[in-house]
């Protein structure tokens, strides 16, 4: 069964604007990870949050989670043409199983 | 260098003629993974195998089989491909399974067409 969500489903904006979305999940998790995929391709592991921690930083990406709220963000800051891609979520220990993804686009 | 190959990227095969779908690693993990993906949905996990464990998921068709001969190599094939198996097909390894804080490799798929 589906564990992580992703939301919106799709989103547009120009480049160098900052791109948020989320990721929202039904039970407990050991870590939540954040994917990218382009047209086409396999997914790109981008970064993994353990459930211990609040905020993580990858270059220009940021990641929250509330384990409260069971819920993540990941927010993509200067947005570039090459960051047009589906982001999925999964969560252990929950098997690699993923939502229907956030489609960005990013407008040059 | 691809850590997780899969071949071929783009297969054609006809309407009820059994296709296989191979993928290789060169990461050694033990976990192996394969996803069936239709345009705009969810890559959908459809087996792993843990070391030489397999585990099919529930909601597997029986139509889909998978083989893992050494930790290198995974398999699937599909013994009658309907219209329906148009997909992207994933291949992804891990090093241990998800109760690990470990992530997941993918290979670049294949695109499988079914005429």
């Known amino acids: 069964s589906q564990q992580g969500e992703e939301d919106p489903q799709a989103l547009s904006i120009q480049e160098g604007e900052n791109a948020t979305m989320n990721c929202s999940y039904k039970t407990s998790i050991n870590n939540l990870q954040w994917y990218r995929q382009n047209s086409g391709r396999g997914l790109v592991h981008l970064i993994l949050i353990r459930s211990n921690e609040r905020e993580k930083h990858s270059g220009r990406l940021r990641v929250t989670l509330d384990t409260s709220k069971k819920s993540s963000s990941l927010l993509i800051t200067a947005s570039r043409a090459a960051d047009t891609a589906s982001y999925f979520c999964a969560t252990a220990p929950h098997k690699y199983i993923f939502g229907t993804g956030t489609r960005l686009k990013v407008l040059a | 260098d691809a850590m997780v190959i899969q071949n071929p990227r783009y297969q054609v095969t006809q309407f009820g003629k059994p296709v296989t779908l191979s993928c290789s690693q060169t990461?050694?993990?033990?976990?192996m993974y394969w996803y069936q993906q239709k345009s705009s949905q969810a890559p959908k996990l459809l087996f792993h195998?843990?070391?030489?464990?397999?585990?099919n998921e529930a909601d597997t068709p029986d139509n889909f089989q998978s083989r893992r001969p050494n930790t290198s190599f995974c398999f699937l094939d599909i013994r009658s491909p309907g219209l329906g198996d148009a997909a992207m097909y994933l291949c992804a390894t891990s090093r241990d399974d998800w109760t690990v804080n470990t992530e997941a490799f993918f290979g670049q798929g294949t695109r499988l067409t079914v005429v």
């Open positions: 195998y843990y070391d030489k464990d397999f585990n």
């Open positions: 990461l050694n993990h033990n976990v």
